[in-house]
């Protein structure tokens, strides 16, 4: 953040040449200039470069109201909070104003009669962006005074008459003037909240409790919404729709690469996790998104996988303390623990009730088996098989430590392969090679070619 320029009044400002630029037309031509220049609008967003975003690029340039429609976890709010960046670091605003209308179009009635007694000595305030966002989840409980105002019994109790337009207290959309306000899960407002908004995205005007305010609002209304609300929880009304210039759907990330990149993006990892386990989660996740026993109306948020991957780094720095280990590095063995806390964000098939477990086991098994198939094609593993189907077992758990578990491999002669395999896979150190290693092992038994026994607390290949 650079710091706000020293232009105290509305002379200086008009002295330094400063122009006034609609909302719109500042979005379009920051939005035009960081795309001329190469420069990426949307940092963080990962899997939505070639179908959402050019979509929202064209809205914006077009100077549009957006709703973005999409299930749990693909984005939206990140997508409108990143629209920020296109605003101008700095703008001047009237001192003191409620609305932070600028010194050049004052449009309250007491803006206007400062800027009519002070002319250039008008006070010239500066705002961040930052400032100029304003967010709302629309929760059943909201009213028209929360979004629009209200008269303010206080006002009036100084003397003021009720049709004094300075009796009104502004809500959260007037407020908003010459920045963007951002509304989560529309379809849940009741349809008479929904109804407030018609004059702010048409007539770019507000009504309270029968006076009308001829207020030219400058705001960017952007809202998000699940397209099964439509149906469960509420519905957009159709007369608001028809006033959002662009709906656009939002989807899941379509690669793997995009999907691990969320990951690793979002979650807050207390312990290293190895890239390949990354994978397994990612392409566990996609798995259920294909699953027909998962309801996909629902979706599979991104969210599943990110807290997958802080589950797995929580239980190898758990095991890392309990035992001594000098880092935590997550294995394989890590895996089952975010079975176990994950399926509640899931919503199945009302036919799979009492499956659910099965299910999850299942498709992450599939994973793993997809994961290790990626990595280890190729790779002649018959020695390893050979010596365990010769009587050699390998026991592993939650509480065996890198270094016990390598120590407990068989021995192959003077075979590389235990090297060959941590190669395949990057692994250098103890950590990330047990949990190559590993993940060698669980793909054999997974290939049915080695046998495995887990009673919860220790695993053991035989």
């Not at 997508?79 to 605003?87: A, C, F, P, S």
């Not at 009036?156 to 908003?176: K, Q, W, Y």
């Not at 996740?285 to 589950?311: C, P």
């Not at 050699?392 to 491999?409: N, P």
Request: aromatic share 4%; hydrophobic share 40%; with cysteine.
């Amino acid at each position: 953040m650079t710091h706000a320029p020293t232009i105290g009044t509305v002379g200086e400002l008009r002295a330094s040449g400063h122009v006034h630029r609609t909302l719109r037309t500042e979005i379009r031509e920051n939005l035009l200039a960081k795309l001329r220049d190469g420069v990426d609008p949307w940092p963080g967003l990962h899997g939505l470069q070639d179908t959402v975003v050019p979509q929202l690029e064209r809205a914006l340039i077009a100077g549009h109201d957006v709703v973005l429609l999409g299930e749990r976890g693909q984005g939206k709010t990140r997508l409108l909070r990143t629209m920020v960046g296109l605003l101008d670091e700095w703008t001047p605003v009237i001192a003191g104003s409620e609305l932070g209308e600028h010194p050049y179009e004052p449009v309250t009635h007491a803006s206007r009669r400062r800027a009519a007694e002070l002319g250039d000595d008008l006070p010239v305030a500066w705002r961040h962006r930052d400032e100029r966002y304003a967010e709302k989840l629309a929760t059943p409980d909201t009213s028209v005074a929360d979004l629009i105002g209200d008269v303010d019994p206080m006002k009036v109790a100084e003397g003021r008459s009720l049709g004094d337009p300075e009796t009104i207290h502004f809500g959260l959309i007037p407020r908003s003037h010459r920045g963007i306000v951002a509304i989560n899960e529309l379809p849940d407002l009741a349809e008479r909240i929904q109804v407030a908004m018609l004059n702010v995205m048409e007539e770019r005007d507000i009504q309270i409790r029968g006076y009308v305010l001829r207020l030219p609002l400058d705001v960017l209304v952007v809202a998000s919404a699940n397209p099964e609300d439509y149906t469960n929880r509420g519905r957009i009304i159709t007369p608001l729709k028809d006033r959002f210039g662009a709906e656009i759907r939002t989807h899941y990330p379509l690669g793997l690469d995009a999907e691990m990149a969320v990951i690793r993006q979002e979650a807050e990892l207390v312990a290293r996790v190895p890239e390949p386990l990354l994978e397994i989660l990612a392409r566990f996740t996609r798995n259920l998104r294909e699953s027909s026993s998962v309801d996909q109306r629902s979706g599979v948020s991104a969210r599943f996988a990110i807290a997958g991957a802080e589950t797995i780094a929580a239980a190898a720095l758990h095991r890392a303390t309990r035992q001594g280990e000098e880092e935590a590095v997550a294995r394989a063995v890590d895996l089952e623990t975010a079975l176990e806390v994950l399926g509640g964000k899931i919503e199945f098939e009302s036919g799979e009730e009492g499956r659910e477990e099965e299910i999850l086991t299942h498709l992450l098994r599939t994973a793993t088996a997809e994961t290790v198939r990626q990595h280890f094609r190729g790779l002649d593993l018959a020695l390893l098989v050979d010596a365990i189907e010769a009587g050699a077992m390998v026991t592993t758990g939650e509480q065996v430590t890198a270094r016990d578990f390598l120590t407990g491999l068989p021995v192959l002669g003077e075979s590389e392969l235990y090297d060959q395999i941590c190669d395949r896979l990057g692994a250098t150190d103890d950590g990330e090679r047990a949990g190559a290693i590993e993940l060698a092992l669980e793909g054999l038994y997974l290939a049915r070619r080695i046998g495995k026994d887990s009673d919860g607390s220790e695993t053991v290949y035989g």
